[in-house]
């Protein structure tokens, strides 16, 4: 018995549903496993067999492969040299004639670019483009945006900040809309001991935890600098963790050294129970430099009831601000002022408690998986 089947569907009922559905080719060019990667899994996941036939192509294979295989995906590898790349818009194309593809949902500028060139080969699939950075560019993009962009149906901003940049970078305003990230509606997650136990901290020692790669734009060497200020003014223990991997581990690992922090911060490489970690967490730190739209690792963070400080960077604002008021945002680089406002979660219990309650709050009203859902299907089909 197939799944159809369990649900009450028979063959002939499945065969005239799938063909009333929209045929919709999912494209990266890295099948990573950062915030972009789960993004596209959340919509296969969720549109396929019930709003979409879905499809999947990429460029560099990574763990979203493996994602998409475990959901029964058809899968295409498709080599993308660089944006204008018009050999993989031609294969594209003959993806797209021979599963009568009716949209292509692509993630990055490169594969944005090689989607809108395959048109030039079959004219009936449709581009849909997220927009999931926040940078400037050069005055070559911005001629090549406003040569490509008007040929996608619609683009999709994560966040305020992306669409502004994207208006900056040549992209018509009328083409973009702003569709926030979203987290599945449930109940919060109950606290948890295991972590702490695990890595042997005291229940009463304040745990801050970051969930990030080791990479330029996130920050972490400033993080450290700023744990150096903590440790000047901060009255209760804690200790803080860094969940992640990546090219920049061991020279980070270095500045902990140097800094004579080792003693506060933890590295544990990357994990993949990232949710025992937050339900063990008491605070959640977003240090990014640059290129951050809508973080999904903060919108965890919030929907395990953690209050958030971050840098007012990208998307950050859209998050944590006065209206939402589920933790406090400092300007990257003042090492001062991350300390000082982390040191207000471990000192002011009542600023904690209310920050803690809004967070969840915060990802039920704004933030849901299911609003995302249905606002990213009506641009499929508008």
Not at 42 to 71: I, T
Not at 95 to 114: L, M, Q
Request: charged share 25%; net charge negative; proline share 3%.
């Amino acid at each position: 018995m197939n799944a159809w089947e369990t649900h009450g569907f028979s063959s002939c009922a499945e065969e005239r549903q799938r063909c009333n559905m929209l045929n919709v080719l999912y494209l990266i060019n890295h099948a990573g496993k950062a915030g972009t990667e789960k993004y596209v899994y959340n919509l296969v996941k969720c549109y396929q067999g019930k709003r979409a036939n879905c499809f999947f192509a990429y460029n560099e294979e990574g763990p979203l492969c493996d994602q998409m295989k475990e959901l029964g995906i058809p899968m295409f590898q498709v080599a993308m040299k660089h944006p204008f790349d018009l050999g993989a818009a031609r294969r594209i194309a003959k993806i797209c004639k021979e599963n009568r593809i009716d949209i292509i949902h692509t993630h990055y500028p490169r594969e944005n670019y090689v989607a809108v060139l395959s048109r030039l080969f079959y004219k009936k699939a449709q581009v849909i483009y997220t927009c999931h950075l926040t940078l400037p560019t050069n005055f070559a993009w911005k001629m090549a945006n406003k040569l490509i962009t008007p040929h996608d149906k619609k683009i999709i901003s994560v966040c305020n900040n992306g669409k502004e940049l994207m208006v900056g970078n040549g992209v018509n305003p009328d083409k973009i809309t702003v569709i926030f990230n979203g987290m599945p509606p449930a109940p919060a997650p109950e606290k948890s001991n295991q972590i702490r136990q695990e890595l042997g901290i005291g229940e009463d020692t304040f745990v801050i935890t970051t969930l990030a790669r080791y990479h330029l734009a996130k920050g972490l060497d400033y993080f450290v600098d700023s744990v150096v200020e903590l440790e000047k003014i901060a009255k209760r223990d804690y200790v803080v963790l860094f969940v992640g991997d990546g090219e920049l581990y061991d020279q980070i690992s270095k500045q902990i050294d140097e800094c004579g922090v080792r003693h506060r911060i933890l590295q544990l490489g990357y994990r993949n129970d990232a949710d025992r970690i937050l339900r063990g967490s008491d605070l959640f730190v977003n240090s990014a430099k640059c290129y951050e739209a809508l973080s999904f690792a903060i919108l965890e963070a919030l929907y395990h009831k953690l209050p958030v400080v971050a840098t007012n960077i990208g998307g950050n604002g859209d998050i944590v601000n006065s209206e939402t008021g589920c933790g406090k945002l400092v300007e990257y680089g003042d090492t001062a002022g991350m300390a000082q406002a982390i040191n207000a979660f471990m000192e002011d219990e009542t600023l904690y408690r209310q920050c803690a309650e809004n967070a969840y709050q915060t990802v039920r009203d704004i933030f849901d998986l299911d609003k995302l859902l249905d606002d990213v299907y009506q641009e499929y089909v508008k």
